[in-house]
């Protein structure tokens, strides 16, 4: 199965990188884009047919890699 | 004699003027100790030095922080044993959970290198022990994930328990929104863990041992940890 883990900062902490491309996308005339989170996105090739099995494998690496708790949070999807 | 074991990562740059500064400015002992080496040569004292770890691929310091090494260096602050986390060194220690909190992309967004103020804030640790508090010191930064972030009540706790090490200043001392270079919550430029004997912090003290190199300003904090070593004292808390 397939996971795909999307890693963003937490909404409590700035993003930089967010505001200048959210600055730059205001520039260019695109005043409707009200705000950007930049983030990682990983897809995870997993040896499992279980869809729970997956999830729960992607959570476990999310948390102990892929993410830092402190600063991000993490969605997954699984296919 | 204290002998400085100076951890080299795949990546680390700020091995060779740690080690310079240890053997040849300061006369003390200094060993490499290659990332997946698995003992710490007899170091009294551990450098993690700055650089790129690992290309600081995912996180800056989060593949470091998986080097083997990395279980030897944990052990030696479990035993009380003096660990000093320069800029990626810093990163290092965050991402394996020796400090608190994370670093964020500078604010500026820029990566800034540059000779700036900081003030130590503590004396109690092994490498602010021959500083007074409030001095400050002008030692240069190069970096561009240096903004310090953790939870507000982390930052409470740090604050409460004098973990907040050095802040960065202007030349006077003073905090000052412009003088802080990369947005650090409340401007924190190092700090040190709950037992006090393993200190990170951005700017690079070893950058800044030899007025010949623009500032020796670095060199008290080197001196700090021999003295703590040799005197054989324990560092009290105030």
Known sequence: MRARVFVTLKPSVFDPQGKTIADA??????????????????????????AVQARALASEVADKLLANPVIESYRIEVD | MATFGVIVFPGSNCD????????????????YIWHKDTDLKGADVVILPGGFAHGDYLRCGAMARFSPIMREVAAFAARGGPVLGICNGFQVLLEAGLLPGAMLRNRSLKFQCEHVHVRVEQTDTPFTLACARGQVLRIPIAHGEGNYFADPDVIARLEANRQVIFRYTNAAGELDAAANPNGSASAIA????????????????ERACESALGSADGLVIFESVVQSLTSGALVARA
């Open chain 1, 25 to 50: 996308l205001h520039a260019l005339g695109y005043g409707k884009v009200e705000d950007v989170r930049q983030g990682k996105y990983f897809e995870l090739d997993l040896a499992t047919t279980e």
């Open chain 2, 190 to 205: 190092g700090l040190c863990n709950d037992a006090r004997n393993v200190v990170g912090l951005m700017p690079h003290p």
């Open chain 2, 16 to 31: 060779h003027d740690a080690y310079h500064a240890a053997k040849d400015v300061l006369g003390q002992e200094a060993e």
